[in-house]
């Protein structure tokens, strides 16, 4: 099968480390697959993964095009972040295809792409939401209340189910906006992902404090203070260290640390690192707290790189975490965070046996379950899938822009006069 994937290939992108694996598996069986580069063309300069494929920018328009006439089919990587995914806006409304859906939640997404489409974007959260929408869902003076209003009334996520040919998740929990939206076929496949490999040799940990890793995206909704409240309570709190790593802006990162100074907490921010230096803090941690809410994303890529490096991680009972295998993570809820979080800690301090057996519970079911092999051959096969529906969906389409056009000239009475010779397709 021969298969175009618009994705972003930047180093500091999980997506595209994602894509990275699944297109060297689909090379790996024989596949022959083209590459369309999603970001903004500012990032063109930065660091990239490394592909044995050539590479095109999306921008580069007449190229694109007759490689799209040359295919079976696209396969569009999206997430929540229109710098790294503004290729795929360009071109997905023209060349549908399979949207492989990251974030069930889509609003920032949505909101950067309605500054050049102010129109169309009113017009989208009219159709999907209700008139009022407009207004709520662009005033907003902070993204803690855009995230706590739009991730509940209109993350966005009908919006772009509803131009594919079909939906590829990770998680089962966000599913029923897609199946309203989405006109084609739809699966749930677990990300397949790999553990980071240390190059470099590790030194001993310098002090044999307990140490707490939070890795990523440091925004609000990763409960980093969540944690530093539970370790302030925490009995051998002189013994513990809270490490994060990961992109985190200024005044988060300033709050913190005097949230950290005045509950008396050591706190290390190491901002963003080399792989090597993440793959070493994961491996030196004791625990990693991989804590978010609201739950926003289809899979959490962090989670499962600590469980594939057999580490215990601590998460809260939601959206994907909450299917996640009980006996594989610990569990707390948001109700009663910081208390559950401070003592699930004290737990795994106390029992050394304990965490090391839910830490390699954790590699041994990952490593089955986000698998590349795996996911490789069943994204094949939906793409066969979607491709046998591709015609009765253009089909449809069709009818209803017609219907939609005609909206005004016809009555109820002709209704059903006009669809029933459309059930053929019903059994196509």
């Known amino acids: 099968m021969k298969l175009l994937f618009f994705t972003p290939i930047l180093l500091n992108s999980a997506i595209a480390r994602v894509s990275k694996i699944i297109i060297e598996q689909l090379l790996l069986e024989g596949h022959q697959v083209l590459i369309v580069r999603s970001e903004d063309p500012s990032c063109f300069h930065l660091p990239t993964y490394d592909y044995s494929v050539d590479i095109k920018n ?23 972040n229109f710098q790294l995914h503004q290729g ?23 909101c950067a792409w309605s500054l050049e489409h102010k129109l169309e974007s009113q017009a989208v959260l009219e159709h999907w939401y209700e008139k009022k929408m407009v207004n709520n869902f662009f005033n907003h003076n902070s993204s803690e209340s855009f995230i706590e209003f ?44 790999d553990r980071l490999q240390i190059s470099l040799k590790l030194e001993k940990k310098k002090n044999e404090k307990f140490t707490i890793l939070t890795m990523g995206h440091i925004n609000w909704n990763k409960r980093a203070e969540s944690v530093i409240k539970a370790l302030a309570g925490f009995p051998e709190v002189r013994n513990a260290v809270y490490q994060l790593v990961g992109a985190i802006e200024p005044h988060i990162s300033q709050h913190l640390t005097m949230l950290a100074q005045e509950l008396k907490v050591e ?32 899979a959490s890529a962090s989670t499962i790189e600590a469980m594939l490096h057999n580490k215990p991680v601590v998460v809260i009972n939601t959206g994907f975490y909450q299917e996640l295998p009980d006996d594989c993570v610990f569990k707390i809820s948001i109700e009663n965070e910081i208390l559950e979080l401070k003592k699930t800690l004290e737990y795994i301090y106390e029992n050394p046996r304990q965490k090391e057996e839910v830490g390699l519970r954790a590699g041994k079911w990952s490593k089955e379950t986000f698998c590349p092999e795996k996911y490789a051959k069943e994204i094949v096969n939906f793409c066969r899938c979607v491709l046998k529906e591709k015609p ?37």
Not at 178 to 186: D, K, Q
């Open 150 to 193: 739009a991730h509940i009334h209109a993350p966005m996520t009908e919006w772009m189910s509803s131009m594919a040919l079909g939906v590829v998740t990770h998680s089962e929990w966000g599913i029923q906006r897609v199946l309203n939206s989405c006109p084609g076929p739809i699966e749930i496949l677990s990300l397949p992902y």
């Open 392 to 428: 009765i969906i253009e089909a449809s389409q069709i009818f209803s822009n017609y219907l939609f056009e005609w909206d005004d000239q016809i009555k109820t009475t002709w209704m059903e006069y006009i669809t029933k010779p459309l059930k053929i397709f019903e059994h196509a």
């Open 267 to 298: 706190l290390i921010i190491s901002g963003v690192v080399s792989n090597d230096f993440l793959a070493a803090a994961i491996e030196q941690a004791d625990v990693i707290c991989c804590l978010r809410f609201p739950a926003l994303e289809a």
């Open 58 to 80: 999306w921008n580069e328009f007449e190229s694109i095009i007759s490689i799209i006439n040359s295919v079976d089919i696209i396969i569009y990587q999206i997430g929540d």
């Open 88 to 110: 795929c806006l360009e071109w997905l409304p023209r060349f549908s295809g399979i949207v492989c859906l990251h974030d069930y939640f889509l609003g920032h997404l949505f």
